[in-house]
T-cell receptor, first 113, second 114 residues
């Protein structure tokens, strides 16, 4: 099955800095790559996603890049703010009749004022 | 808009009892419902996938007789943890998928087994 590796497990930055989280996946058939932000005790919130026919997508301070050849994708957050502090999960979806998401282990992002 | 309503949000039960968690899709029909489990400071691990009207498909290592999943309608799926034990204490969360493939998480249920 699909295996998603995510790094780093923790990331501390100063407010205003950029943060980058990287993920790799194993199944070349995976075609959908969402990123979720999860605050403590709450459901994950989709913040951005990218499909395999696109190499980059941006939404204000958040961007995601995808390298299908290398099977890795990254989340970039610019001008970080304290409210960006949370756990971020990447995921990869492999179509097998229906889409099944496999999650990375998560990155705890701490943005210090 | 489309959401998945999950209840209860928190439940505490005694060891050996059963607990039922419900997920209802609002303003959409969940053709597929995914059930995840999340232990503290860990990722979301897929437990099982259910399609309306058919038996759930369980991931390796998940006991189907312990975690009973019912998806009898396009708007309701339930997870019953039978004979719960302290090691079953976790955050359980469902995710519904509509006919277009879009995904919606429930709010999650924090289960504590004493």
């Amino acid at each position: 099955g699909e295996n998603v590796e995510q790094h780093p497990s923790t990331l501390s930055v100063q407010e205003g800095d950029s943060a980058v989280i990287k993920c790799t996946y194993s199944d070349s058939a995976s075609n959908y790559f969402p990123w979720y932000k999860q605050e403590l005790g709450k459901r994950p919130q989709l913040i951005i996603d990218i499909r395999s026919n696109v190499g980059e997508k941006k939404d204000q301070r958040i961007a995601v890049t995808l390298n299908k050849t290398a099977k890795h994708f990254s989340l970039h957050i610019t001008e970080t703010q304290p409210e960006d502090s949370a756990v971020y999960f990447c995921a990869a979806s492999t179509p097998r009749g229906y889409s099944t998401l496999t999650f990375g282990k998560g990155t705890m992002l701490l943005v210090s004022p | 808009g489309a959401v998945v309503s999950q209840h209860p949000s928190r439940v505490i039960c005694k060891s050996g009892t059963s607990v039922k968690i419900e997920c209802r899709s609002l303003d959409f029909q969940a053709t597929t419902m995914f059930w995840y489990r999340q232990f503290p400071k860990q990722s979301l691990m897929l437990m099982a996938t259910s399609n309306e009207g058919s038996k759930a498909t369980y991931e390796q290592g998940v006991e189907k007789d312990k975690f009973l999943i019912n998806h009898a309608s396009l708007t309701l799926s339930t997870l019953t943890v039978t004979s719960a034990h302290p090691e079953d204490s976790s955050f359980y969360i469902c995710m519904g998928q509509d006919g277009t493939g879009e995904l919606f998480f429930g709010e999650g249920s924090r289960l504590t087994v004493l």
